[in-house]
Structures are given as structure tokens and as C-alpha cells.
């Protein structure tokens, strides 16, 4: 058996990696606005294509490079040039309650729907306290925390999370059968000045692209990312793709907690794809034939949330401000920190990033290049 599903992650045979080769810089604007050309290129109009970039290069610009320009070749032009993802797509209103909103995004590139959607719910937040846009119809978004990040900047909460439509890759724990994708989520708020609080993850242990890397790189995966058929942890991160190996859940084994992992995966799906009527992966074909992953990423459903705490009382900016600024100074244990709490470490890397350039593999260069982008390295002394 061989499994070559992917949350935006690739099958090993698919071309060069990051990591591989010499690693050069390119400048941010220059990555940013060349992508966009390439979106337009494949028929977006311009906006939206600005808009896709920012989503897609936010993977390579805060380090989350399993969900950067990586999958520019390998999942978005296939899925824009199939039909996977409908260039011209715009999305249609199901339901317009006033702080709820159901949309079809009839196909729409997840990586600029997903953001104006959040827009949509910040401007309910704005007017109503909450906003929710549940959508169905939906293609990949890549890093949920770009969204996520839309609401923040405005001084809200934003909540993102994504189904894998009917694509299945973790099987539930003590299960024989994979039900459900990498099913990310994001959680975003303002926090201490210019680092605001991002958590963005998998709801596996790893998205599929952290173990294809590791193999990729000939390192062991950790324990508790693989195990086998039985439930016996694999190291060998390669055993992933021969089909030999299934992907884990948050917590890693039962006993460490991998019933919270995946019942964060559930309620994911729940939220996402089942509130909208999006495809699912737990469906009556997940129990047909050999339970391997399968199933494809079609009809893809996401929760879109923004809440605005000014509008629920005085004082919230201040006290979340005080409340980050505590986790920052906690004292790190012996030889080890800083204390950084999830969207801090990104931030520091973005503002970096922004003003020395973005690094990426020569071989990742290579294939961009390859594609028609434009990208000149950045001067050396600038890095
Ligand atoms: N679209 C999809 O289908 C899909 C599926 C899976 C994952 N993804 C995306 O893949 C990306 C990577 O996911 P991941 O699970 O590998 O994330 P990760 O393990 O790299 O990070 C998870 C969280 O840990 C935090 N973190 C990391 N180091 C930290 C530190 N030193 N101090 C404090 N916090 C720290 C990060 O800020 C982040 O919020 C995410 O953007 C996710 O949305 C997308």
C-alpha cells in the first residue's frame, strides 16, 4: 500500500524539497509580488491573487514552510489548472442572519477566500460583537493562521479551522480505518505589541509534509508521530509513504493523550465541514474496502469566527496585554528558553524575514524559477 494523500504536503517523488541543495534569500516584496503574478497568470483577478500570495508566502515569511511557496507547484497550480479550484469563482450567500453568514465558495482558492471570509466575519464582529461565516464548497486555505491573523490585527479574537473535505489520513486511536484529515485550527488575539498570540496547528501530531521533510532529510520521526498497524511507534519517517506507518494524533499514544488530539480533529470537523454541509471524512465509504487513507479533498469545509471584545466590555486589550507579558516573563528552566507563547517566535521571524529576505532551498529557488517567477537573490550584505 502506498499513501500519497497530503495536507498541502507532497508525495516524496514530487520534486525537490526545502532543505535540499544550497539555501539562498530572495526579498519578501519581491516573493510576495511575483507570486501574485503567478496567481494572476493562472487566471485570478488581481486582488484576489495579492491576497493569495500574502496567505501562501505568510508560510515561508513566519517559518511555517510546509505551507508556503513549497506547495505552489505541487498543489495550487494543479488544483487551479484542473478545475480542483475555480479561478473565477465567486462565493455565493446561503444564509445572511446578520452576525451569521453560510457561504458556498463554489471552489473559490481557499488561500484568498478563507481571508476575505474572515473580513466578512470581523466586519459582523464589528457591528454585532460576533461573527460567524461557516462555508462549504472550499478549497485549501494552506497555514490557518494567516486568517486567523486578519481578526488579531483588528484588536479581535479570531477563530479558523479546516476540514479536509472527504480526504481521510489519521485513523482514530485504537481504529483500523483513517476518517479524517489533518484538520487544522487556529486560535488569534491581540497580545503584547506587534506579536500577537497565533496558535496554528495540525490537529495530528504533525501535518503529513512535517514527516514527508523528515524523511526526506533521512531523520527519524519522533516518537509518537508514526506507528504501525498494531500501534507500535515507527521511527523510520519514510515507512509514512511505503503505507507502513500511520500519522498520530496531538498527545501521541492513548496513554499520553491522543484522545484529546483527536477529538480536537473531531470537533474540527464538526465545526467545519459538518455545520455547513461540507463533505466529511467520517462517511459510510471511510468503512469500505481496506480502511487505508483515501478519499479526496473536494467540498472542503471552514469555520470563520471573530468575536470583538470591545464590544463585550472595557479593558480586554490591557489585561490580554498583561496576560502574554506574564507567559514572556516566566523564568526558563536551567539552560533552556525564552519562555515564548505560540505566534511570538513567528513574528519575530516575519519582522526579520520582511527587512533581510526569505530563505529557500536552492533546489525550492530552482523550481520557482522554473515556473517564471522573477526571483533575484537578495545582496549579501542585506542578509
Ligand atoms: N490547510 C490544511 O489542510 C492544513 C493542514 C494541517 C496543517 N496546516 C498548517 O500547517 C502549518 C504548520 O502546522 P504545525 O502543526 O506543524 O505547526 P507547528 O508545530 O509548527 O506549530 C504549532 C504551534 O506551536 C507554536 N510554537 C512553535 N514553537 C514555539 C515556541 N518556541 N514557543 C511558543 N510557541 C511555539 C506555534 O506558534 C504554533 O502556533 C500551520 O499553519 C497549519 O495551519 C494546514
Not at 500500500?1 to 524539497?17: E, Q
Not at 497580545?191 to 500577537?196: H, I, L, N, S, T
Not at 477529538?263 to 480502511?291: K, Y
Not at 507567559?327 to 525564552?338: A, E, F, N
Amino acid at each position: 500500500m502506498t499513501s500519497t494523500l497530503s495536507d498541502g504536503a507532497v508525495p516524496r517523488s514530487a520534486g525537490p524539497a526545502p532543505g535540499e541543495g544550497r539555501e539562498v534569500t530572495v526579498a519578501y516584496e519581491t516573493l510576495l509580488g511575483e507570486t501574485a503574478a503567478f496567481f494572476v497568470r493562472l487566471g485570478l483577478p488581481e486582488g484576489r491573487a495579492r491576497l493569495a500570495a500574502e496567505a501562501l508566502c505568510y508560510g515561508d515569511l513566519t517559518g511555517m514552510d510546509s505551507h508556503g511557496v513549497f506547495n505552489l507547484a505541487r498543489l495550487y497550480r494543479p488544483l487551479l489548472e484542473s478545475g480542483g479550484a475555480d479561478p473565477a469563482a465567486e462565493p455565493l450567500v446561503l444564509r445572511d442572519l446578520g452576525p451569521c453568514v453560510v457561504l458556498d465558495h463554489r471552489r473559490a482558492l481557499g488561500l484568498w477566500a478563507a481571508s476575505e471570509a474572515m473580513d466578512l466575519a470581523a466586519e459582523r464582529a464589528a457591528r454585532c460583537g460576533i461573527g460567524l461565516v461557516s462555508v462549504r464548497g472550499a478549497t485549501h486555505f494552506g497555514c490557518a493562521g494567516v486568517h486567523a491573523k486578519r481578526a488579531a490585527d483588528r484588536g479581535m479574537i479570531g477563530v479558523v479551522a479546516s476540514n479536509c473535505g472527504g480526504q481521510r489520513i489519521a485513523r482514530p486511536p485504537l481504529g483500523a480505518a483513517a476518517l479524517l484529515g489533518t484538520n487544522p485550527l487556529s486560535v488569534a488575539a491581540p497580545a503584547v505589541e506587534g506579536r500577537p498570540f497565533v496558535l496554528d496547528m495540525s490537529t495530528t501530531v504533525v501535518p503529513t509534509g512535517r514527516v514527508r521533510t523528515a524523511a526526506r532529510d533521512g531523520r527519524e520521526a519522533p516518537e509518537g508521530w508514526l506507528t504501525d498497524d498494531a500501534g507500535h511507534p515507527v521511527r523510520d519517517a519514510a515507512a509514512y509513504d511505503r503505507g507502513e506507518a500511520w500519522l498520530g494524533w496531538l498527545g501521541g499514544t492513548p496513554a499520553t493523550g491522543a484522545f484529546k488530539g483527536f477529538g480536537l480533529g473531531l470537533a474540527v470537523e464538526l465545526l467545519a465541514a459538518v455545520l455547513p454541509g461540507a463533505a466529511t471524512g467520517p462517511a459510510p465509504a471511510a468503512l469500505e474496502g481496506d480502511g487505508r487513507p483515501g478519499g479526496s479533498d473536494d467540498d472542503i469545509g471552514f469555520l470563520v469566527l471573530a468575536i470583538a471584545p470591545d464590544a463585550l466590555r472595557d479593558g480586554f486589550d490591557g489585561d490580554a496585554r498583561a496576560m502574554f507579558g506574564t507567559v514572556l516573563d516566566c523564568p526558563p528552566q536551567p539552560g533552556r528558553g525564552p519562555v515564548r507563547y505560540p505566534g511570538h517566535p513567528e513574528a519575530e521571524r516575519a519582522e526579520r524575514r520582511r527587512a533581510s529576505g526569505v530563505p529557500l532551498s536552492g533546489a525550492l529557488h530552482a523550481e520557482l524559477t522554473a515556473l517564471g517567477l522573477r526571483l533575484p537573490l537578495a545582496p549579501e550584505e542585506d542578509r
